[in-house]
Structure formats: C-alpha cells, structure tokens
C-alpha cells in the first residue's frame, strides 16, 4: 500500500481520485489502525496526503474513517501538515467549499488549536477563513 507511481500516488489516493469509493473503503477496512494511519499520511509529489484530499473533495464517510482511526491527540499533527502551497487540511476542506469536512474536523480540536489553524497563512498568505469567504 506505500508503493506510489510517478505522481507519488498510491494505490489508496489512485482510487479516491477516481471516485472508487468503495475500492477505498474496502482498502482502509483491510489495514490494521497503525497501518492505515501511516497510508493516510503518505504525501503525493505536491505534498498532498489522502486526509487533505477527503476534507477538499469528500466523500464524507470516508473523512470520516480516516480521522476515526487517527488517535484524537494526533488529529492536529495531521490537520498541520501542509501541501507543496502551504495548505493544512482546513484550508484544503475550505478550498474545496466543504463546510461539513471543515465542521467535522475542527469539533475535533481543543480551543486553542481552533485558533491557532485559523491563523495559519498559506504561501499566498491566506488563511482557512479567507478561503471559506472567497467560496460563497
């Protein structure tokens, strides 16, 4: 499951890029909790890691799969890690125009992580909220 073609894809993103939501499903469901934690977080040639692409593009049960398996005191590890242009997850789930993702997520964190993930600014200088307004 770490092996990745010419776009740093694996077999896991390959399917969510297509659409083959059942093949992911059946995919995460094979893979031990540790195992799926560590695909999940395997980044693509542009830095983007299967969490960022479910909170962009969804669907919504498999976002949420993939943060039930994360330990709730490492969803912020995850929620950081930023792509090639310096997008977190929020940011990726605002881009995206997916307010259900961004909800899901940030109810996940503690109060003073809410704070700080709005405040992070990508290469562009935006930050999640900026997103999320320019998408209405």
């Given at each position: 499951?770490?092996?990745?073609?010419?776009?740093?894809?694996?077999?896991?993103?390959?399917?969510?890029?297509?659409r083959?939501?059942?093949?992911?499903?059946?995919?995460?469901?094979?893979?031990?909790?540790?195992?799926m934690?560590?695909?999940?977080?395997?980044?693509?040639?542009?830095?983007?890691?299967?969490?960022?692409?479910?909170?962009e593009?969804?669907?919504?049960d498999?976002?949420?799969?993939?943060?039930?398996?994360?330990?709730?005191?490492?969803?912020?590890?995850?929620?950081?890690?930023?792509?090639?242009?310096?997008?977190?997850?929020?940011?990726?789930?605002?881009?995206?125009?997916?307010?259900?993702?961004?909800?899901?997520?940030?109810?996940?964190?503690?109060?003073?992580?809410?704070?700080?993930?709005?405040?992070?600014?990508?290469?562009?200088?935006?930050?999640?909220?900026?997103?999320?307004?320019?998408?209405?």
């Open positions: 499951m770490k092996i990745q073609n010419k776009n740093g894809n694996t077999p896991l993103r390959c399917a969510l890029v297509k083959k939501i059942e093949t992911v499903k059946f995919i995460l469901n094979c893979l031990p909790a540790a195992d934690r560590k695909v999940i977080s395997i980044p693509d040639n542009h830095g983007t890691t299967v969490l960022s692409h479910v909170a593009c969804g669907p919504m498999v976002l949420k799969l993939c943060v039930d398996i994360i330990p709730p005191e490492e969803l912020y590890s995850h929620v950081l890690v930023t792509d090639n242009d310096g997008d977190t997850v929020i940011h990726c789930a605002a881009c995206g125009n997916q307010s259900e993702a961004a909800v899901y997520l940030i109810d996940k964190l503690t109060e003073n992580q809410i704070g700080e993930i709005f405040e992070i600014q990508n290469n562009k200088g935006y930050t999640p909220f900026e997103y999320a307004k320019r998408r209405r």
